[in-house]
């Protein structure tokens, strides 16, 4: 682009947005920022920015919208507080390899460092948080920074960047021109594939007889969706997922058998310990996935396609990595693999399947009792949706039970906090990703918790509009909590029950529709009404007190010594 | 490989640019890891900083400290050695009062035994330099010690590998990463 412009820094950082072409970003004002709110204004009518009601609010929101549609999502805060309340996002989005770009407004070059009013020192704040941050003191530097933020938040590992800009750098004029960023010397996006470690790869999963697919985020971030179901029916070899890996092979695959992790499906997490060859494909062994690493998967060689080299070896030794964005891995794979006859393999996927319906599925989804079961809400959603719904979920019981039945048939349609289990993260996530997927339904799935802690940006989805069902799933209880005091802590109850407001008339109060729901014979109905409405709609559901999520494989336990109840 | 605590120099090339030190250490942080010695420098190479530091590790933990280092956008390359695998040196530098050296031959045998130099020589004080190895430059801070130092220093460890690190292979690759 040879666009010449003599502008201002802010100005220049609306042009460098427009210029990667966002056209959509979440924020919150302030003094220190105020110049760019002042372009934003002018530029309304090309770059639309979302008032949040918080600033975590605003990264999550951006964090939502950068998981359903596959861009990096932007928030903007001012100095001091507003830069401080980004945090929360911004380490979820980097647990969780998020593409964020977050613009802080930063106090004069002159005042850095003098205690001056709303000054934080948020580069040294966000930088364990961050893949990479920068301050900036002069306006020539931003179209060159703004563009690496770019780069370096999407390409790779994707990840947050963080840009504090000091407010005279946001006044200063200079000029512009904007060049975008296509690589960094000291950065290497992606590791070269290596054809020896792709053969070595193929001879052991060809020698394996019991061999078990692990998938993780790292096929949807590295849109490997294809590839790794071509892999998958190529080999005929199990696949189970990581809760970031959901909904990367629809949920009726027949090579698809569930969940790994604390509680994840029974199959999946046991036969862990039995497979021969456990190729682990864009995920991270998480210790949530692994539980006591010393007794993980001891028996199985393994193999680990991934991105970021420093995962290699990094929980689990890996016999055979492959270092690649996973897609050009699985493309270079498949040919080499050849198509597998493994019934009796199978046949115990089939087997334990069965226990886990019997002693947890049945009970969970056709219950028989009075109360309602999270479960038969996800039922109900799954049905109304066609399985073609975003499913943003919050953390807690709700996020597993939503985890373990809700159906897909597309990628990119569940979002959670996974490695931060960031409570709060569910209702401004999902109003970025209904932004993200807006000819999608998009519903988020709350507990009572984790739903006061960002309930204000209820407001924000009233003055947009934006068409997010919510579902809260009310126990009265900061539920999963609650579940380890009974299970660990004998029933001491100790702050975890709530009483709680009335959360429809609060839904009112925003003019948003709502309904609550207490007998089984309203569920479906309410659903149904809910996913039929035009715009936002309020969903309390009331479900059983005590109920707990199982299986489950207690912290610091092995797969092994999973629980059915 | 070996899970015995080892002294483990780590060198770093990198991008000189505010905050990467702060990014650095926060990767011990996180850890919990104490960095036994720190010190930067210019590189060899025009426009490439060095980081040389020292930790006491495991080699699996001085292996992840690494990648994780390695993964920073602004580092280039980080390597880990052994104290075999290594060449290095500390300075150190004693400050004590003037009147000593001519009263107290000790003193004099002290530095010349240890191939110590003075620095400097002023009415009040004088200043030693000595550049060895840690044990070296501990002998003679206690040999001093009973006359009293009144200033003691000892620079971070500076250290230059026995193998070739390949830092112009990897600056030929770096072409690579900006096509
Ligand atoms: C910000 C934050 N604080 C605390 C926690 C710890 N925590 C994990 S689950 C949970 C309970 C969640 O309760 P609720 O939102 O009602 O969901 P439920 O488990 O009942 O489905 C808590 C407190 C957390 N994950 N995040």
Known sequence: ?565 | MSTELTRYTISIYSENNVGLLNRISAIFLKRHINIESLTTSLSEIPDVFRFVIVVIVTEPQVQKLVQQIEKQVDVIKAFYHTDEETIFLETALYKVKTNFLFEERQIQNYIKESHASIVTVAPEYFVIEKTGFRHETDKLREQLAPFGLLQFVRSGRISVSKAPMGISEILNSFKENLT
């Open chain 1, 1 to 565: 682009m040879s666009e010449k412009l003599h502008i201002s820094g802010a100005e220049a950082v609306i042009r460098c947005l427009l210029a990667e072409g966002v056209d959509l970003i979440y924020g919150y004002p302030g003094g220190a920022i105020m110049p760019v709110y002042d372009e934003l204004y002018k530029f309304q009518d090309q770059l639309n920015h979302v008032l949040t009601r918080h600033e975590q609010g605003a990264t999550h929101a951006a964090q939502g919208y950068a998981r359903t549609s596959g861009k990096v999502g932007v928030a903007v805060a001012t100095s001091g507080p507003g830069a401080t309340n980004l945090i929360t996002g911004i380490a979820d989005a980097q647990i969780d390899s998020t593409p964020l770009v977050c613009i802080t407004g930063q106090v004069a070059a002159h005042l850095l460092g003098s205690d001056a009013f709303q000054e934080t020192d948020i580069i040294g704040i966000s930088t364990p948080v961050t893949k990479w941050n920068y301050q900036i003191t002069r306006a020539e530097e931003i179209p060159e920074i703004m563009a690496k933020a770019f780069y370096i938040a999407r390409s790779g590992r994707p990840g947050p960047v963080l840009i504090d800009i000091t407010k005279d750098a946001q006044f200063a004029t200079f000029d512009y021109s904007y060049k975008k960023c296509t690589g960094v010397r000291s950065y290497r996006a992606v590791p070269k594939l290596d054809q020896a470690q792709v053969e070595a790869a193929a001879a052991a999963i060809n020698g394996a007889k019991k061999p078990l697919i692990v998938w993780g985020q790292g096929v949807i971030l590295g849109e490997a969706e294809a590839a790794f179901k071509a892999f998958v029916e190529k080999t005929q070899i199990p696949a189970v997922w990581t809760i970031l890996g959901l909904s990367a092979l629809e949920t009726d695959h027949p090579l698809n058998k569930g969940m790994v992790g604390m509680h994840g499906n029974y199959a999946p997490n046991l036969l862990t310990q039995e497979c021969d060859v456990l190729i682990a494909i864009g995920m991270r062994f998480d210790d949530r996935v692994t539980g006591r690493l010393d007794a993980y998967a001891k028996q199985a060689k393994v193999v680990h396609l991934e991105i970021d080299p420093a995962e290699i070896n990094k929980n689990v030794h890996a016999d055979y990595p492959v270092l690649a964005n996973c897609k050009e891995s699985l493309e270079a794979l498949t040919p080499l693999i050849e198509t597998k006859k493994l019934d009796t393999w199978m046949a115990r996927f089939d087997e334990l399947y069965a226990k886990e319906y019997e002693a947890v599925i049945e009970k969970d989804l056709k219950p028989s009792k009075e109360g309602l079961t999270m479960g038969e809400v996800m039922v109900e959603i799954n049905k109304a949706s066609k399985s073609d719904a975003v499913i943003v979920t919050d953390v807690g019981q709700h996020q597993m039970v939503a985890c373990r039945y809700a159906s897909f048939v597309r990628s990119k349609s569940n979002v959670t906090s996974g490695g931060l289990g960031t409570m709060g993260f569910a209702l401004p996530a999902a109003i970025g990703a209904k932004m993200g997927a807006p000819d999608r339904h998009v519903v988020a799935v709350i507990g009572d918790g984790g739903y006061q802690m960002t309930i204000q940006e209820l407001g924000t989805i009233f003055q947009t509009g934006v068409g997010v069902k919510i579902v809260v799933l009310n126990n009265n209880f900061l539920g999963m909590v609650r579940q380890w005091q009974q299970l660990f802590f004998d029933k001491r109850y100790a702050s975890t029950e709530m009483t709680n407001p009335d959360f429809v008339t609060i839904a009112k109060g925003y003019h948003i529709p709502a309904k609550k729901v207490t007998d089984r014979e309203d569920l479906a109905g309410a659903v149904e009404e809910m996913l039929a409405t035009e715009g936002p709609y309020f969903l309390e559901v009331v479900v059983e007190k005590e109920d707990n999520v199982f299986p489950m494989i207690p912290t610091g336990a092995s797969l092994t010594e999973i629980r059915l109840n």
